[in-house]
């Protein structure tokens, strides 16, 4: 019996010390300058299982999602809609509903992430200040909701 014990025990530890190469995080770089982005800068809160589960898969498991979409509207609409406009038709900034990117890794979830995390040129600063990384996966999710390029450019979907 307590051989048993002890050889589960074992086992436990195997798995948990196996995990951190197991499911590395997926690394996130700034999209001009390409240094990796400091997340300790990230609002508390943020840290969210979702958000863990994007770290591992560079996916956005919002995308989709119904409520998440609802919140991700309501925080476009007072944080981005004034510089992007309210159906992301582009104003100040660019449209981010259309197919074309100025930086093309927005295509995809990480890339999208990394550019609301760590900000672009001139009046696009990073929302790190603004949101938390749970937030901003809710806004993430709001844009592609709303998109309306051709659908075979849809990378995040791939
Ligand atoms: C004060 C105005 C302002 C606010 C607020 C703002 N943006 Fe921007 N955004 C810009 C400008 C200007 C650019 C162009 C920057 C560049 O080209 O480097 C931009 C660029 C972008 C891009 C890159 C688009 C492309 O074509 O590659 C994305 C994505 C983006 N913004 C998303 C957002 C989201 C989401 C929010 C809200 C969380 C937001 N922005 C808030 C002004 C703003």
Known sequence: MKFKTLLSGAALTLTVMGMPTAQADITLRHSLTGEVLDLSFAKK????????????????????????????????MTGCSGCHGHEAEGKLGPGLADDYWTYPRNSTDQGLFELLFGG????????????????????????????????????WLK
């Open 45 to 76: 809160g943020g840290n969210t299982d979702k958000f863990k589960q994007f770290m591992q898969t560079g996916k956005n498991p919002y995308n989709s999602d119904e409520e998440a979409i609802k919140k991700g509207e309501s925080l476009y």
């Open 120 to 155: 672009a040129n001139g009046m696009m600063g990073p929302q790190y200040v603004n949101f938390s990384t749970d937030d901003m996966l809710h806004i993430m999710a709001f844009i592609r909701h709303i998109y309306k390029g051709d659908p075979k450019k849809a990378d």
